[in-house]
């Protein structure tokens, strides 16, 4: 009897070794990921005069589209500091080549192309104590390609406003909204409108991006 319990305990742990190693191995072939999953190269964004904190928002308001089980977001950041890798993309060639060196299906890159706020006090000899008013100028931009296109899309909205200061000229509440405005424009969404949502099988062009 000691025997036969002594053998049962060897195979229990053999099996229990061969199990690991399976499923071990499971996890390397299926990381969670979809047949239909598109890897996405999401860019830190490209931007002028020094307005990183602008950029940042964009680049992560941006990525909250690119999420599981329909996009796999690679690590723009580390892509950019790799020697073989073109910083900013600056036209259709620069995007497949960085789609081809990252793997990815999808590659974006967020500008800030123009912010410009300019403070200044109306001219009134009746009113000494007027409000100083604020002059914003902005654009921003997505310029986004995917695998099979011939040419990189470009999405933009622009902002032009000149009102006293307060929490209307606040660059949050500016970019927040430019940039709800810019994704709501986008060509890819959380769920994908672009190609079929189908996570297996036959991907199907929509109408509407044919």
Do not use: C
């Amino acid at each position: 009897m000691k025997k036969i319990i002594i053998i049962f305990t060897v195979l229990l742990f053999a099996a229990a070794g061969r199990f690991s190693i399976d499923a071990s191995t499971q996890e390397e072939l299926d990381p969670g990921y979809f047949a239909n999953t598109r890897a996405v190269l999401l860019l830190p964004a490209e931007v002028t005069g020094g307005n990183r904190r602008i950029g940042d928002y964009l680049t992560g308001e941006t990525a909250r589209i690119f999420r599981y089980p329909y996009y796999r977001l690679l690590n723009g950041a580390e892509n950019m500091t790799r020697p073989d890798s073109i910083k900013y993309p600056g036209g259709g060639n620069d995007f497949e080549e960085l789609a081809r060196l990252s793997g990815a299906d999808i590659v974006v890159l967020p500008q800030v192309v123009v912010w410009s706020q300019v403070v200044f006090y109306p001219s009134s000899l009746r009113d000494n104590d007027a409000d100083p008013v604020v002059q914003t100028r902005a654009v921003l931009r997505l310029l986004s390609w995917k695998r099979g296109d011939e040419k990189v899309s470009s999405t933009e909205v622009r902002y032009f406003d000149t009102s006293e200061e307060g929490i209307y000229t606040d660059w949050k509440e500016i970019v927040g909204d430019m940039t709800a405005q810019l994704l709501k424009k986008f060509p890819y969404h959380r769920i994908p409108t672009d190609i079929s949502t189908n996570l297996s099988g036959p991907v199907i062009q929509t109408e509407q991006n044919k």
